[in-house]
Each structure stands twice: as C-alpha cells, then as structure tokens.
C-alpha cells in the first residue's frame, strides 16, 4: 500500500512529464506556424486552468486543512512549496537582472535571500512549529499575552504582507500584458484570477499543493535557457561551472571597450548632458520646463516667421514640441535620468567591473574612498535586512506550520534551501552569459545589423530596451544601452537562440513565481484578519464554517483591493520589495527571537519594541523616499549614507534595543509564560500536555 508520501511522488511525475509534453506539443504547432500570440495566451490558458483545478480539488471547509493544511506536509514537498512561496517575481525575474547591471554589488540579494533561509533554520521554524497554532499572531499572543500584542501582529504582518503583494501583482500585470498582448491594467486582474482559484477555495491546502506544481514550472523555465546560452558560449550544459571563465572574458571585454575612443566620446556627451540636466534641476524643474517650453514655442514661431519659411525645419519644431513632456513632474524625470545617464536607468556603467565590489566614483581620491565606503555600508546594511525580514516574513513562517512534526519543519527547511538554491546558484551565470553576449554581438554592431531581439524587444517598449546612437556614427557603443533589468531574463530565449515556446515558457515560470508568492501573501492577510482579530479577539464562539467563510470574504476584499492599487502603477517595484522586508524585520524579528530564546522578554517590552522598531523603520522611509517626499513629507538627510531600502537595519536595532531595556525595568513574565518557553525551546516530551494543548484548534 503506497503511503502519502509516495503518492504524492507519483502525481506530480507524471504531472511533470505532462507539463514537458504540453511545451513540446507547444513547440510542434509553433513550427507548424501557429502566431506567437496563440502561444502566450495558451501557456496563459493552460496554467491558469491548472492552478484552478488544484484549487477545486484541495477545496475544504476544515479549519485545520484551511489554515495549514492538516499539517501533513511532509519536508520534501513543504521545501518545494516553500521555494515557489519564495520565488518571487522579483528573485525569477529581477534578480538576474539586478547582477548583470550592478555587477558584484547585486549579490547583496542572493547573500541576503538564502542567509535569511538559515536564521529561520536556526532560530525560528523548529520552534514555531512545537508552538503549534496557526500564524504568527498566534504565538505573540500567547507568547506575550493579551490581544493588544496579537493586535500590533496582524497590523505589522498586514503591512508587509501588502506592499509585498502588491510587488508580485505588479510582475502578473508585466508578464500577463507583455506575452498576451493584453492592457497592463486588464493583465492584472486576470492575474488576480489566477491568484484566487488557489487559494480562495481551500486555503492553506490548496495554495501549498499548487505552489508545489508552481515550482516544477518555474525552476523548468529558469534552467532551460541559461543552459542553452551556456552550451552555445562554451559547449558546456553546466552555467554554473563555465560562470568562473566567461566572467574573465568580461572582465577582459570591459576593459577594451573602456578604452574604445568612440565609447569615451558617448561618456562626454552623456556626461555633457548631465550638466545642463544638474543646472536646470538647481534653477528648479518647473521653471526650467516652462522656459524650454517657451523657447521650442518661439523657435517655431520664429521659423514660421522667416522671409523663406523652411517646411522641414517647422516639422521638426513642431515635432519636438508635441513629444515635449506633457508636464512638470514628466520633465523633472527626463532630466534625472539625464543626470545619473551611466549609473541609472538601466544604463551599464563600463568604468565598474562587474567582478569588482564598491568602485567608488568621484573626482577625487578621497571623493572614490567615501563612495567606496558608502556602497560598501548600503550593501552590508541590505544584506542584513535581507536575512533577518526573510527570517521574519509571516508567509514564509507560516509555511512551517504545515509540516507533521518538529522534525519535518527542520528538515523541510534543508530542502528550502536545496530548490530555492538551485535558482540562486544560476542567477549569476546567467547574468554573466548575457553580458558576453550582449558584448560580443551587440556592442560594435552596426545599427543596421542589431540581433531580432534587440529590435523586437524595443519595439515593445523602449523604457525596457534602448539603443540609440548617441554620436551618430552608426555603431553600437556600449554605454548607448539601456536596458531594464527586467529585460534579462524574460529575453534570455530570444538571445540564446532558442523558439518562441521557451520565451512563453519562461513567461509561464515568472508567472508561477508571483502568482504563488501573491497567494502566500493573501492568504497570510486573510488569515491575520479572520484568525486573530475575528475569531480570537472579537467572536470566539463562531463556528468552523463562520471562521473560514470570513477569512475568504476578507481574502477576496483584500485581493481586489491590491489589484487597484498595483493597477495605478505605483512607484519602483524592487523599493517596495526591499521595504517588505525592512518593514517585517523590524516588527517581528526581535519579538520572535527574544520571544523563544529569552525567558525575561515581556509584554511590554514586546508592545514597546515591536512599535518603535515598526516606527523608526516606517519614518526613515518616508522622510527619505522620493515618493514621499514628492507628496509633501519634508525631507531629511540619510543616516549614515543609508539607503531608504536598508531602512530596516535601524528599526530592528531600535526594536531589539528596547526590547531588553524594557524588559530588565519591568516584571519578568508569569511563570505559566515561561513555562511555554521551556516548551517550545526543547525537543517533544512523548504526553507533554501542553504540546497537546498548543496544536488544539
């Protein structure tokens, strides 16, 4: 008789040879000369429908099922469904991207990311799930005390929970639009569609048992190209290994371009452009646009005006005055990006190696030493808020609670680690192979002879791909390029050679990879508000069907309304992934920490903490954002060169700080709070009541 586990083993192979025949079948009808759009609106189709169908079949109305998933996870496919909860669309799709443009310093991700997956090894998943329960609000009620602690948890755990998924719709909306051909805005309720036909009809069960088949897709996706490019640059089906050689081809390329007069010709003219962007930014951006407005509306009056009006020259006025941007706050960008032109926007700058960690940039030797140190401090302080958010998230914490036993959460965290590795260990090879490839056949090209690619994709949309000649010679110098990190994966098939069908494919993985994480991230909202302020705080008499009818009604209403604000295009996207894990970094990770491993930690140090640590963290932001700042917050100077994104590394220092002054001036916790420290700390005792009492529902 086959057990669970082997039951399982057997489904998802043959839904993985399934999956596999369903591309090549894909593949055939593409040579047979079916559109390209038939394609994407298939892999569209075909997932959507597949997500749907899990979610219909995992369907429950026990609460234990629905909130984690019976706890009969077993660690291998818990791992799995942890690694696609994980995979993010900005780990699948920017994170490759962010290595090919900031080079050494975009490792800051990957250190952060994968270190973060050994703290919760360490200090956290073990513990949480002897506690029992089912969320993190949970254990800080218990833990502290009182519904005012569980209150703070579910606003904090809302918070993050929602500027993450709002992140991961924004990359639905991106993906679903560019290869269905469909208006971002409608590509993102479509998305939102396929978010809730996982998880709205069987919670916590259905959303893990399609994040499992989640992850067989995306990891497909993420591989197939990057070996491809790796065969056809090396002859070699392993990018991880040839990694180390064409990164010292780069390296070699780098310094030869540096060195090409026309590319240093591009430099002046860029740097030319800067200047006269920095003026008109000192004189005040709504004063300079209304002058250059003015003088492009005298140039035409005073061609028109001429004794022999010259035609083509009033059409090209009258062109440059439409294309003018339509308003102060349009114009303001133009002339930033112009100001950073070969450190922003997308554009590679040829003086850093990509091998090289924090070049400094400045005039003088002291100057290059300070921007040295600062980048070297912003990578150092994102790192650490990488780690300890990722340690601290309730999507991801809420995975271990699913999982039989205590021995299973520590297990299925190795295997965490093993699928979400398998990524991250060629997200660098992959960036390293573009580059080659982008330096060897593009850079030096004649305009004229661009890859398809190139053109295909700026035909798409320029703001994810440009390349103008800048000094009008006819060939491509490298700091002509700007592309949009997100460009980099979803084009690696297009740039490997390979058919259509894998663009889609990859298209299909990304797709997995936000829809899987938005579902963790809804389900953890809904949870918060049914669980632990309906249920625990305000009716704890309702019944099963109560309890879990108002954690769908909350679900829908907060999926809708993610859906609306990710449709008004808010601001930079990888801002607000960093600020997730800042914000829950500096709201959970002391609490939770002290929670299991200090017996003297209390309430109010936890109300105390868990406050100022969310406040300080939310105040750096806001004083020293952009966003914010352009709405009317005053702003204020950086601490220490910080970066809003590394804001976290002074909320939690802040948090864990009066966390313990606190706790050492007041009473020390009742003993029956201790007493479930002791618990929790220590491996299962065979008839520990408590344990017993700890999982009752």
């Not at 998933?69 to 942890?82: D, E, S, Y």
């Not at 802040?654 to 029956?672: F, H």
Request: charged share 15%.
């Amino acid at each position: 008789m086959r057990t669970f586990n082997q039951e399982l083993k057997r489904y998802y192979s043959f839904y993985t040879v399934g999956f596999i025949s369903f591309v090549v079948v894909l593949g055939i009808a593409e040579k047979m000369g079916v559109p390209r759009l038939y394609i994407g609106y298939a892999f569209l189709a075909a997932t959507i429908l597949l997500y749907a169908g899990i979610g219909i079949m995992s369907r429950t109305l026990d609460v234990a099922e629905y909130y984690v998933a019976g706890r009969k996870v077993p660690a291998l496919f818990n791992g799995m469904a942890t690694g696609a909860d994980w995979m993010s669309a900005a780990s699948f799709i920017g994170m490759a991207g962010g290595l090919y443009l900031q080079g050494f310093d975009g490792l800051a991700f990957i250190m952060g990311w994968t270190g973060g997956y050994c703290l919760v090894a360490l200090f956290l998943a073990p513990y949480l799930r002897k506690f029992g329960q089912f969320t993190i609000p949970d254990f800080l009620g218990a833990r502290y005390g009182g519904n005012f602690v569980r209150s703070i948890g579910v606003i904090a755990a809302i918070i993050c929970s929602f500027v993450y998924v709002v992140a991961q719709i924004f990359g639905v909306g991106l993906i679903t639009s560019r290869f269905t051909g469909l208006e971002f805005e409608i590509g993102v309720f479509v998305g939102l569609a396929g978010i809730l036909v996982c998880s709205f009809l069987g919670g916590m069960k259905a959303v893990t048992w399609t994040q499992v088949a989640q992850y067989i897709i995306l990891i497909v996706a993420y591989m197939i190209p990057v070996v491809w490019l790796s065969i056809n640059q090396t002859g070699i089906p392993i990018p991880q290994i040839v990694y180390g050689g064409q990164l010292a081809k780069v390296t070699e390329l780098e310094k030869k371009l540096v060195a090409d007069p026309k590319e240093q010709e591009v430099r002046k003219i860029l740097a030319d452009r800067g200047k006269v962007a920095t003026d008109k930014l000192k004189a005040g951006a709504e004063v300079s646009y209304n002058a250059d407005k003015t003088a492009l509306q005298a140039k035409i009056d005073e061609l028109k005006s001429a004794p022999t009006p010259d035609g083509a020259a009033i059409q090209a006025a009258e062109k440059s005055l439409s294309t003018f941007a339509k308003d102060v706050k349009v114009y303001e960008g133009q002339l930033k990006g112009a100001q950073g032109a070969l450190n922003a926007g997308g554009r590679v700058n040829p003086a850093i190696p990509h091998g090289t960690p924090f070049v400094g940039v400045g005039k003088t030797d002291e100057e290059k030493q300070k921007s040295s140190d600062n980048k070297r401090n912003n990578f150092l302080a994102l790192v650490f808020c990488l780690m300890v958010g990722t340690a601290a998230l309730p999507h991801i914490l809420m995975r271990y609670y699913t999982t039989p036993s205590v021995q299973e959460a520590r297990v299925s965290v190795f295997w965490s680690l093993f699928f979400i590795f398998l990524l991250y260990f060629s997200a660098p090879a992959l960036a390293v192979l573009v580059k080659f490839d982008i330096f060897t056949n593009v850079v030096g090209k004649a305009y004229a002879d661009l890859p398809q690619w190139v053109n295909a994709w700026q035909a798409i949309d320029k703001t994810l791909l440009s390349v103008t000649d800048i000094n009008k010679d006819g060939i491509v110098q490298l700091a002509e390029i700007v592309l949009n990190q997100d460009v980099v994966v979803l084009a690696t098939p297009e740039i490997a050679g390979l058919p259509y069908v894998i663009s889609g494919l990859v298209a299909a993985g990304g797709l997995a990879a936000a829809l899987s994480t938005a579902d963790g991230l809804l389900l953890t909202i809904a949870n918060a508000l049914s669980h632990d302020m309906y249920y625990k705080m305000i009716n704890p008499d309702a019944s099963t069907t109560r309890r879990i009818t108002i954690s769908k009604i909350f679900l829908l209403i907060v999926a809708l309304a993610a859906a609306y604000v990710t449709a008004q295009k808010p601001g930079d996207i990888l801002f607000l992934v960093g600020a997730a894990f800042s914000l829950a970094a500096s709201a959970f990770f002391p609490a939770l920490v002290l929670g299991i491993f200090w017996k003297r930690a209390n309430k109010p140090a936890a109300i105390s903490g868990m406050l100022i640590g969310l406040g300080v963290t939310v105040y750096y932001m806001m004083r020293t954002y952009p966003f914010f700042t352009n709405l009317g917050i005053p702003k204020m100077d950086l601490w220490f060169y910080i970066a809003p994104i590394g804001s976290g590394v002074f909320g939690v220092a802040a948090g864990l700080t009066t966390m313990v002054v606190v706790s050492l001036l007041t009473k020390a916790p009742a003993q029956d709070v201790q007493d479930l420290v002791e618990h929790v700390r220590y491996p299962m005792i065979k008839g520990d009541k408590m344990d017993t009492a700890s999982q009752a529902i």
